[in-house]
């Protein structure tokens, strides 16, 4: 299920808050829980009942773990468990995501015949299997208790962060399912939490999927664009990205609201960064704090000198690529931006005033280390976003090319929407030769408008920075709202639901 469907919107999000606040009103706390749990299992297996069973299979092995932990006295039996942990759930996630990936290859490089599963890759499993991770580790050190079955099944599956994060740990979710003062409406709470998910609906239906008709055109076609259109396409892609998986932030933190619960900040503006470093501080927040927790920390973090640590700083970001996907161009665009973070690391260029503790020999202006930055990521999203490496490289061909075909016209004719058919309409009929400069002035000014709208506050900043939400922001939120209800009829998942 989407959050920018209908069934959602008006079927599902009604009954589970219905349901949830009437059985805390009632102090029917397991019972809630559980319905919750339900909920969102029903959310979840409403893209394919199939994907039910797996994430129950993963929440059943995991717990019955984190129970046996219980009787773990000594360090043997808890390196055990930790092993036993690890292999259950990387296993899991190796079988459905990678195992075509890796026996692909291995035909490729040796001659052999493995026979390829072509499995169905279930929606999110990379981010509740991490985030059961986290609490299986710290079990199996003795950072964190048993709990209840209840607590656990409404910690892995709450609906919000199910499927694209964000990804949260049981000692901040957790506590606030238990709190008793959390089950009570707050119409405080409540008004933001739809305030800050109808302006993340706003950027995923308004911006980022009307920006993907150019994307995905674009990147279809990748062997006739020439620079212009390559560098147009490249940069929609870095704002489709941007808004895509920001929206979603927002409304996965909104809809927490409604429930009193307050999941983490995982989106801060990236795109305001001066260095790499600070941009990977800004995005994803919470997949870099299970890296750094889990793979940098393990492996010696800063500890173990100079070398090490950047060693160390490049294998996390080695492996984020490869998390994301089973696919050659996900690890290339993770070996850039490790590479990019560990140059730097090294301290040789520094950006004026910032708050990064190593300290440079050269300096530049923070408008030069801002340009540097948001250059080398949209470049580095050309792996991202290519289904091979193949076509990534045709991408960095045509910029490098320097020709112009007129090719850009043919790819803003695909920005059909609905809101541009009166202009549409009133161009044909009075000077229909300039119809087609006329689709390349919207995706400028498209352009433009998304880069005004990252240049200002974020979504939290703009909701949290006032003190009561006055009737204005309540009737721009009101047509927003409706606005995107409008524009359904172009939905697409998220990106980050392939992940």
């Given at each position: 299920m989407l959050f920018n469907s209908y069934i959602f919107i008006f079927t599902f999000l009604p009954l589970v808050l219905a349901g949830w606040?009437?059985?805390?009103?009632?102090?029917?706390?397991?019972?809630?829980?559980?319905?919750?749990?339900?909920?969102?299992?029903?959310?979840?297996?409403?893209?394919?009942?199939?994907?039910?069973?797996?994430?129950?299979?993963?929440i059943l092995g995991n717990y019955l773990l984190s129970y046996f932990?219980?009787?773990?006295?000594?360090?043997?039996?808890?390196?055990?468990?930790?092993?036993?942990?690890?292999?259950?759930?990387?296993?899991?996630?190796?079988?459905?995501?990678?195992?075509?990936?890796?026996?692909?290859?291995?035909?490729a490089v040796f001659g052999t015949d493995f026979a390829l599963k072509h499995i169905l890759l279930p929606l999110g499993i990379s981010f509740f299997t991490f985030q059961q991770v986290s609490f299986i580790v710290d079990r199996c050190t003795g950072k964190a208790e048993h709990y209840s079955f209840a607590n656990y099944i409404t910690f892995v599956t709450f609906f919000p962060q199910l499927i694209a994060g964000p990804i949260v740990l049981y000692k901040e979710m957790m506590p606030q399912f238990e709190d008793v003062s959390n089950r009570k409406f707050n119409l405080d709470n409540f008004s933001?939490?739809?305030?800050?998910?109808?302006?993340?609906?706003g950027k995923k239906v308004l911006l980022a999927d009307v920006l993907a008709l150019i994307v995905n055109f674009g990147f279809e076609q990748t062997a006739y664009l020439d620079t212009p259109s390559t560098l147009l396409v490249m940069l929609a892609y870095t704002f489709q990205i941007y808004f895509d998986f920001s929206g979603y932030s927002d409304m996965a933190i909104g809809l927490g609201k409604m429930f009193?619960?307050?999941?983490?900040?995982?989106?801060?503006?990236p795109y305001k960064a001066c260095s790499v470093k600070e941009l990977w501080q800004r995005w994803h927040m919470t997949l870099s704090r299970f890296f750094i927790q889990y793979v940098y920390i393990p492996l010696g973090g800063?500890?173990?000198?100079?070398?090490?640590?950047?060693?160390?700083?490049?294998m996390v970001f080695f492996l984020s690529g490869f998390w994301h996907g089973a696919n050659w161009t996900y690890v290339a665009w993770g070996t850039m931006q490790g590479l990019l973070v560990v140059w730097d690391n090294l301290g040789i260029v520094g950006v004026k005033g910032s708050n990064d503790k190593v300290t440079a020999k050269i300096y530049m202006p923070r408008w030069l280390g801002w340009f540097l930055t948001f250059s080398f990521f949209n470049l580095s999203l050309l792996f991202f976003?290519?289904?091979?490496?193949?076509?990534?490289?045709?991408?960095?061909?045509?910029?490098l090319a320097f020709n112009e075909s007129g090719y850009i016209f043919?790819?803003?004719?695909?920005?059909?929407?609905?809101?541009?058919?009166?202009?549409?309409?009133?161009?044909?009929?009075?000077?229909?030769?300039?119809?087609?400069?006329?689709?390349?002035?919207?995706?400028?000014?498209?352009?433009?408008?998304?880069?005004?709208?990252?240049?200002?506050?974020?979504t939290l900043q703009i909701v949290n920075g006032q003190k009561n939400l006055s009737r204005r922001f309540a009737l721009v939120v009101s047509v927003l709202f409706v606005w995107c209800i409008i524009s359904f009829s172009q939905v697409s998942t998220f990106i980050y639901f392939n992940f």
């Open positions: 606040y009437f059985l805390n009103y009632r102090k029917s706390y397991t019972a809630a829980k559980y319905f919750l749990a339900g909920m969102s299992l029903w959310f979840y297996g409403y893209f394919n009942v199939y994907y039910l069973s797996i994430i129950i299979i993963s932990m219980k009787f773990s006295h000594t360090k043997l039996t808890a390196r055990i468990g930790l092993i036993c942990g690890l292999l259950f759930n990387f296993g899991f996630l190796f079988y459905f995501k990678y195992y075509d990936f890796f026996f692909e290859n291995i035909n933001r939490g739809i305030a800050i998910f109808t302006m993340g609906l009193n619960i307050e999941l983490p900040v995982n989106f801060d503006s800063s500890r173990k000198g100079k070398v090490r640590t950047l060693f160390n700083t490049f976003g290519s289904s091979s490496i193949s076509n990534a490289l045709q991408m960095f061909k045509n910029i043919k790819l803003a004719a695909k920005l059909d929407i609905p809101e541009f058919y009166l202009f549409k309409q009133v161009i044909n009929l009075a000077k229909p030769e300039l119809l087609n400069y006329a689709y390349v002035a919207l995706f400028v000014v498209l352009l433009l408008i998304s880069a005004f709208i990252i240049s200002r506050k974020n």
